[in-house]
């Protein structure tokens, strides 16, 4: 028991630092078929990236710093979250405002830029991808 605990609290220190924003190796960018996605999820869940107004085909899931090997997530960042407005603004493009406030907690804090650089970013990225007129 007593070499147990000792071991839990070696491991507390590590599990206490937070990733640095700002420190990665590469960005990936995931985009994702909405047509696929909504017949096998969010059609079920009410998902207003399925309201047939909106017409998505391919949408920005998110940009991802990435490591070599895994990903940091969930970075404590000195920027203010992204307003209603930010994540709203970034609907028509990733589908909805909750998905735009999801991947800024959990990728673009550790990006190191603010949330209105890192959707500027996201955007600028996800314009650059050619897709065929028949999958937009």
Known sequence: MRGLLIWICALLPALGQAEEAGTFDYWVLSLSWSPSWCAQTGDAQGADQCDARHDHGWTLHGLWPQYARGYPSFCQT???????RQTAAMA???GSAGLAWHQWRKHGSCSGFSAEDYFALSRRAYA???RPEAFR
């Open 128 to 130: 650059q991808v050619v």
């Open 78 to 84: 000195a920027h203010p979250p992204p307003s209603r």
């Open 92 to 94: 028509d493009v990733m």
